[in-house]
């Protein structure tokens, strides 16, 4: 007897998989990041195909395999179109994507992962093309890390623990956070104030209000460096 049953997922991937199938990676909000073989998706004749086409949310009927997890129904629910005909806004997710294909391990579920992926998605597809889209791919690689439980300290001094002072301050991305004038050694990244803000201000507030943010470039791209130098050192 097939045993089956449903998930809400977001489609981060879909390759041609034998002569007519498809293999679809998805984050689902069930059993987390998942590998599923869709069958028959590379006939013009599909009807399942257009509910599975990756940056898709979708309700999926699964059928437990002895291989694989089959797809046997998929109704897409949102398909951020916003995000579809714009190919910067694409080129942001899809990088965004990568990373979580990247780092995200298969069957983790994470209730608050899905609806941060999900939340990001329906943000990007929605604003205007006035923002720093580099700021706000790096404002996910920032919330995905401290979802991960890698937060960055922001508030004390990873040395000597006192509460950090608006200038002269380091970040220390082998330390995991910012290092005071006095304590810092390692010739770490210097850090302005207003940087610091930013990512705080990242870590607390929803897409919706990041995306409001101006910034300048000059902080803009402090902040963007000090995101990677500590995701590269935590998952590279
Ligand atoms: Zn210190």
New binding site residues.
């Given amino acids: 007897m097939e045993e089956t049953f449903n998930i809400q997922a977001i489609i981060l991937n879909r390759h041609a998989f034998r002569e007519n199938d498809s293999r679809v990676l998805a984050y689902s909000l069930e059993h987390g990041k998942m590998f599923l073989v869709a069958r028959g998706t590379g006939s013009i004749k599909s009807k399942m195909a257009g509910h599975i086409e990756p940056f898709c949310l979708s309700d999926l009927m699964i059928v437990r395999g002895r291989r694989y997890n089959y797809i046997g129904g998929a109704k897409s629910t949102n398909c951020f179109f916003g995000l579809k005909s714009d190919l910067e806004k694409l080129e942001v997710a899809g990088r965004s994507f990568a990373i979580l294909n990247k780092i995200i391990k298969e069957h983790e579920v994470d209730h608050a992962l899905f609806f941060l992926i999900n939340d990001f998605l329906e943000t990007l597809s929605n604003i205007n093309k006035n923002i720093d889209f580099n700021l706000f791919l790096h404002a996910f690689i920032l919330k995905l890390v401290c979802r991960l439980g890698y937060s960055p300290e922001l508030y ?7 509460d950090i002072n608006p200038n002269g301050n380091y970040f220390d991305f082998k330390k995991g956070g910012l ?6 050694k390692n010739k770490s990244l210097t850090i302005c104030e207003d940087s610091i803000k930013l990512l705080r201000f990242i870590i607390k507030q929803d897409f919706k209000n990041i995306s409001k943010l101006h910034i300048n470039k000059k902080v803009s791209s402090e902040t963007i460096k000090s995101i990677i130098v500590f995701y590269n050192y935590n998952f590279k």
């Avoid at 004390?156 to 006192?162: A, E, I, T, Y």
């Avoid at 290092?179 to 810092?184: H, I, L, M, N, S």
């Fill in positions: 004390s001094c990873v040395v000597c623990r006192k290092v005071c004038k006095k304590c810092d």
